[in-house]
């Protein structure tokens, strides 16, 4: 074999590195370049996931806007509330957000909806005995939850901005955060159990918030 060919087979002879080798350590600049990447990627879900939570309460509001005019639609939610407790219509006639508002007293923490009317002070038909009463809690409700929900939108509207104009260095929040945030501007800390975790600048939602969760329409869950 010749000299020259020795060489060419020194020079492409693959180096054996030794067991304890470690490859190089992540130089500061990448660890910044796929933190902007991941950032970014988590900025345009997000903005996707806010428009159609955005889309989702002003259907919302639109959907209560009819029932409050339709007699039809009145007339299906009165023996939606007397016959089965409202639990098959819109969340603001549920029987069970008393339930939940009766053990948040019991509890000794602040009434979640301060300003939805109580069931108690209407005089609501049953399965065999209907009540007009029944259609004036309906409309009382429709109204609530109108003005409840158009404070959501108008939050969740706020938010566009704070989430376009995000940077890598304030990190990913939770999943939650969406929710928590929209309460926290709509002036609804208390419902929800929003906590700012100051560190992270992200929201949690506490235990509490999933019993309303529950009684929430499945497609705002599955878009705020």
């Known amino acids: 074999m010749s000299k020259a060919m020795q060489a060419l087979l020194e020079q492409i002879k693959p180096t054996i590195l030794p067991a304890t080798y470690e490859p190089p350590e992540t130089s500061n600049a990448l660890r910044s370049l796929l ?19 955005i889309m989702a309460l002003d259907a919302e509001i639109t959907e209560y806007q009819y029932y409050k005019k339709d007699k039809t639609c009145l007339l ?20 069970q957000m008393e339930e939940y508002r009766y053990l948040t007293a019991e509890a000794g923490d602040p009434d979640p909806y301060p300003d939805c ?21 309906i409309k009382d409700r429709l109204a609530w939850a109108i003005k409840f929900t158009e404070k959501r939108f108008k939050a969740a509207c706020k938010l566009v901005p704070i989430l376009e104009n995000w940077t890598a260095s304030r990190g ?8 928590g945030m929209i309460e926290e501007l709509a002036g609804n800390p208390t419902l929800f159990g929003v906590k700012l975790c100051q560190q992270q600048e992200a929201y949690t939602l506490s235990s509490s918030s999933c019993r309303y969760f529950a009684n929430l329409p499945m497609y705002l869950l599955s878009k705020p």
């Open 35 to 53: 933190s902007q990447v991941e950032t970014r990627q988590w900025q345009k879900f997000m903005l996707e996931q806010l428009e159609f939570e």
């Open 76 to 95: 299906e939610l009165q023996l939606g509330v007397e016959r089965y407790g409202g639990t098959r219509g819109p969340w603001c006639l549920n029987y």
């Open 117 to 137: 009317p109580k069931a108690e002070d209407y005089k609501i038909g049953c399965y065999r005995n209907s009540s007009q009463d029944t259609i004036r809690f």
């Open 172 to 179: 990913i929040p939770e999943v939650s955060w969406i929710a």
